[in-house]
T-cell receptor, first 114, second 114 residues
Framework: NAGVTQTPKFQVLKTGQSMTLQCAQDMNHEYMSWYRQDPGMGLRLIHYSVGAGITDQGEVPNGYNVSRSTTEDFPLRLLSAAPSQTSVYFC?????????????FGNGTRLTVT | SQQGEEDPQALSIQEGENATMNCSYKTSINNLQWYRQNSGRGLVHLILIRSNEREKHSGRLRVTLDTSKKSSSLLITASRAADTASYFCATDAVLTGGGNKLTFGTGTQLKVEL
């Protein structure tokens, strides 16, 4: 039972490069989301999706794009990386946006932008 | 901005002692959740308490919720070295446009020493 799988675990980018962080879940969860975690800031919501074909912005969406073509996958794209995007990124899913249900997290991607 | 704020930011206790962490929040919620994060890993859900509940137990965990004071506490009894981790509260609130949003606090770092 894999749960939420994130790849890669580590990534170093140069300023201006682009990349995609992958996230997949095998629990048939409707809701998927991306958070970034920075020291002293807790987790901040970047983008979320309540189902295939539907995405919306969280509190820190600038510099990131998402799409949700399938229930299982929710990739996060950085179009032009900046040092301010150095962070640990977590993908999380849950059963549905209106249920009293917990989030299931992946183990994170540690991104460094130089 | 953060919805939940944990107190204290850091806590160091001896094995066998109890650990208490507090969380305050600002707006109305559907439920409040507590998560644990071990170093270098994703968050793991511990317990969920709904807005109409006042207390909930799960093993050595006890959570209370006071909606009039907009606060919650997490008590870990008979702590063990394996409880060393960061603990986050997260508030689940209804968005004006529909759907729910889970907002995390900045966490309490708990260290349990032998």
């Amino acid at each position: 039972n894999a749960g939420v799988t994130q790849t890669p675990k580590f990534q170093v980018l140069k300023t201006g490069q682009s990349m995609t962080l992958q996230c997949a879940q095998d629990m048939n969860h409707e809701y998927m989301s991306w958070y970034r975690q920075d020291p002293g800031m807790g987790l901040r919501l970047i983008h979320y999706s309540v189902g295939a074909g539907i995405t919306d912005q969280g509190e820190v969406p600038n510099g990131y794009n998402v799409s949700r073509s399938t229930t299982e996958d929710f990739p996060l794209r950085l179009l032009s990386a900046a040092p301010s995007q150095t962070s640990v990124y977590f993908c999380a899913s849950r059963r549905g946006p209106t249920y009293n249900s917990p989030l299931h997290f992946g183990n994170g991607t540690r991104l460094t932008v130089t | 901005s953060q919805q939940g704020e944990e107190d204290p930011q850091a806590l160091s206790i001896q094995e066998g002692e109890n650990a208490t962490m507090n969380c305050s929040y600002k707006t109305s919620i559907n439920n409040l959740q507590w998560y644990r994060q071990n170093s270098g890993r994703g968050l793991v859900h511990l317990i969920l308490i709904r807005s109409n509940e006042r207390e909930k137990h799960s093993g050595r965990l006890r959570v209370t919720l006071d909606t009039s004071k907009k606060s919650s506490s997490l008590l870990i009894t008979a702590s063990r070295a394996a409880d060393t981790a960061s603990y986050f509260c997260a508030t689940d609130a209804v968005l004006t446009g529909g759907g729910n949003k889970l907002t995390f606090g900045t966490g309490t770092q708990l260290k349990v020493e032998l």
